[in-house]
């Protein structure tokens, strides 16, 4: 089934530091993380992550480095940072609160 954009819009931020907060990651990796993960329902185009990780490093939530073995293909890393983490912390905090409201509502509850 196929998610509304419009839904996923509001998620890709805390989708990637989620995924930064586990460990540092290239932008590639991300994008078959999350696949993945959620079992192909999110399918993240290098259009639409990349400036989110441009924005992100932007606002200090994460950084970047070239790492490989000398002679080796290098690739552009990420990780979180404290700030980050941080405010990972608070947007978890704000979708148990949504996910559980939605929940009621659509269980019936008050």
Known sequence: MKVNKELLKGSTVILVLSLLDREPM???KMIKEIEKKSNGVFM???GTLYPILHSLEADSMIESYWWGSEGSRQRKYY??????NLFLKEKQQEWETFRSAVDEVLAGGV
């Open 26 to 28: 290239y932008g590639y």
């Open 44 to 46: 993240f185009k290098e």
């Open 79 to 84: 990780r979180i940072t404290k700030k980050g």
